[in-house]
DNA sequence: CGCCTTTGACCGGCGC
DNA sequence: GCGCCGGTCAAAGGCG
């Protein structure tokens, strides 16, 4: 589990634990054996009400409280993570719909929401980019899918190689 | 024709 | 109540 590639620089264990979840988890076909599988984190999940956020490579996590008056409202598993990339659409072998875009306060760039088309499966992710850094791109997903990949994973590898050489040359 | 974006409207929660 | 804010809907249009 520590052969991920400075992508997140960390030398936190939860990082680990983290990340061997991830992996433990393995919804992508095939690790691969590559080196890239470290840096394969969408399947990435936190348990309930845990927010898992990356900034800088550093390791940060915030507890949500959703779970008011409602007791229904229990929000699914969320995971957030960011990467340094040129492209916005960090595609992970998924098929998505855009269902909207909204400005952020603070934030000059959209925020655009995105849910997996696969029938009966409501996982959902938002992408956007920083301002602070424009070179970021901070990208959330909630929920699972609790289905195969529907298309090729080669055009997400392509990716992962553009933002590891991205990453390396920082 | 099927699937996808775009985009303003709409909605619920929250603070004042 | 009212307005803001973040999130979602859905009509219209684009594109292969």
Redesign the pocket.
């Known amino acids: 589990m520590e052969n991920h590639h400075g992508f997140f620089t960390a030398g936190s264990s939860a990082l680990s634990a983290t990340a061997a979840a991830a992996l433990e988890y393995g919804g992508f076909h095939g690790g691969k054996g590559d080196g890239l599988s470290g840096l394969i984190m969408e399947q990435m999940r936190a348990p309930d009400n845990l927010n898992v956020i990356f900034q800088n490579g550093s390791f940060v996590h915030e507890t949500k409280m959703e779970t008011?008056k409602?007791e229904k409202k229990i929000r699914n598993p969320r995971f957030a993570f960011q990467t340094r990339s040129q492209v916005d659409i960090l595609d992970d072998g998924y098929?998505?719909?855009?269902?909207?875009?909204?400005a952020?306060?603070n934030n000059k760039f959209p925020?655009s929401?995105y849910r997996c088309?696969h029938q009966g499966c409501s996982v959902?992710k938002?992408i956007q980019r920083l301002t602070k850094d424009e070179g970021i791109v901070m990208t959330t997903y909630e929920g699972m899918h609790s289905h195969p990949i529907q298309k090729s994973n080669d055009n997400f590898e392509h990716i992962l190689n553009q933002m590891q050489i991205y990453t390396n040359s920082f």
């Open positions: 008011k409602g098929r998505w719909r855009k269902y909207g875009q909204k952020v306060k925020r929401y088309t959902k938002q």
